[in-house]
T-cell receptor, first 117, second 117 residues
């Protein structure tokens, strides 16, 4: 079974600075998807960024980028120029690319990010 | 308007009560999901409905009973719950191309915070 581990329960960053959230996962599969979701105080989970395992290029979405190290099974999220609105719980998630896996997303335990003004 | 609306936002119930959680999506999606989010634990997938058919039941106790009358509405009927069932229940939806395929981009509601006394 796949597992996702976020070793940082809490992180903080100064506004306008850069922060990196860590995520590691365990799988025996070669084709899969990885995600970062953000859950602000409103509780609604919002997709921040996704990465296909077969792509070597790291995904980027504006101020958000990932460092995907397939061999190390590592998938960290970098937030540049942090803003107050980035404060939220961030979840790393894994999904197999096999159709028979259904829609099962395996989530990590989350990292609570605080942005200090 | 989030696209996925959940009601009620908060619910307190006794162990002998019967209540229902409601989810409605306005995105034209054909797949809907229930997730359970407990404190300090990863999100757990409970049920998946794809084209109104239940395609996953993640070994959820029978005191949780889902209902999907159409592709826009999803209910979670609750009866004789236990205090350990207290959690945030999140609904999500996605657009699938077929019953077998799944799309990893989920759109979440803001959840129902359930407390069982």
């Amino acid at each position: 079974a796949q597992t996702v581990t976020q070793s940082q329960p809490e992180m903080s960053v100064q506004e306008a600075e850069t922060v990196t959230l860590s995520c590691t996962y365990d799988t025996s599969e070669s084709d899969y998807y990885l995600f970062w979701y953000k859950q602000p105080p409103s509780r609604q989970m919002i997709l921040v960024i996704r990465q296909e395992a077969y792509k070597q290029q790291n995904a980027t979405e504006n101020r958000f980028s990932v460092n995907f190290q397939k061999a190390a099974k590592s998938f960290s999220l970098k937030i540049s120029d942090s803003q107050l609105g980035d404060a939220a719980m961030y979840f790393c998630a894994y999904r197999s690319a096999r159709e028979t896996s259904g829609s099962r997303l395996t989530f990590g335990e989350g990292t609570q990010l605080t942005v200090n003004p | 308007e989030t696209g996925v609306t959940q009601t009620p936002r908060h619910l307190v119930m006794g162990m002998t009560n019967k209540k229902s959680l409601k989810c409605e999506q306005h995105l034209g999606h054909n797949a809907m999901y229930w997730y359970k989010q407990s404190a300090k634990k990863p999100l757990e997938l409970m049920f998946v409905y794809n084209f109104k058919e239940q395609t996953e039941n993640n070994s959820v106790p029978s005191r949780f009973s889902p209902e999907c009358p159409n592709s826009s509405h999803l209910f979670l009927h609750l009866h004789t719950l236990q205090p350990e069932d207290s959690a945030l229940y999140l609904c999500a939806s996605s657009q699938e191309v077929s019953r077998a395929a799944t799309n990893e981009k989920l759109f979440f509601g803001s959840g129902t915070q359930l407390s069982v006394l």
